[in-house]
């Protein structure tokens, strides 16, 4: 169980185009999924959390106007990377969490990620 | 603010053998979990252990466990036996219950494991 999807798994994109990156709780629901990027040979940076029918909260130096995030139900989230640009290509990976509480509630299960790559 | 240290940028350990990653934190909270991943070279996250704050006993996972020094503020990862399949980047992460307990995750341990 606790399966987490992204799709896709790879995108290359021209510069100044929008792409969107889908990441979706299988068999559970998600009141919460977070967002990361990771650089090469680098840690996970969280860049925000989305909840369900809510807006989402943004790390300090992440632009929301840029990356759009939308969770509109309990098992989709999307990142969107408006106007992307070369200093955008980077590995972006989605978590959920489930609704349950508990040690559970405090677990993240993560998707494959998506390798964006902007020509 | 919390913090999280993994100082060893690489590690190798020889087939078979067992391995420590080293992993320190830094909160005041008294209600906090720490967890490893496994990140291999494919980009996914894979979770490997949890150990709560309050747990009495270190948490075990088939070949993994979790060495914890509440007073120490360390959580190690023990792999025992290692496997080929074992190569991969490694990071402890920590969560806080004064935190949405949203996890902060460490630089990682890249290991290699030799046949």
């Known amino acids: 169980g606790a399966v987490v999807s992204q799709h896709p798994s790879r995108v290359i994109c021209k510069s100044g185009t929008s792409v969107k990156i889908e990441c979706r709780s299988l068999d559970f629901q998600a009141t919460t999924m977070f967002w990361y990027r990771q650089f090469p040979k680098q840690s996970l940076m969280l860049m925000a959390t989305?909840?369900?029918?809510?807006?989402?909260?943004?790390e300090q130096g992440v632009e929301k106007d840029k990356f759009l995030i939308n969770h509109a139900s309990l098992t989709l989230s999307t990142l969107t990377v408006t106007s992307a640009h070369p200093e955008d290509s980077s590995f972006y990976i989605c978590s959920a969490r489930e609704a349950s509480g508990g040690r559970r509630g405090r677990e993240q299960y993560f998707g494959p990620g998506t390798r964006l790559t902007v020509t | 603010a919390q913090k999280i240290t993994q100082t060893q940028p690489g590690m190798f350990v020889q087939e078979k053998e067992a391995v420590t990653l080293d992993c320190t934190y830094d909160?005041?909270?008294?209600?906090?979990?720490l967890f490893w991943y496994k990140q291999p070279s494919s980009g996914e996250m894979i979770f490997l252990i949890y150990q709560g704050s309050y747990d009495q006993q270190n948490a075990t996972e088939g070949r993994y466990s979790l060495n914890f020094q509440k007073a120490r503020k360390s959580a190690n990862l023990v792999i025992s036996a290692s496997q080929l399949g074992d190569s991969a980047m490694y990071f402890c992460?920590?969560?806080?219950?004064?935190?949405?307990?949203?996890?902060?995750f460490g630089r990682g341990t890249s290991l290699i494991v030799h046949p």
């Open positions: 909160t005041s909270d008294p209600s906090y979990g």
């Open positions: 989305s909840n369900e029918g809510s807006k989402a909260t943004y």
């Open positions: 992460a920590m969560s806080l219950s004064g935190g949405s307990y949203i996890p902060t």
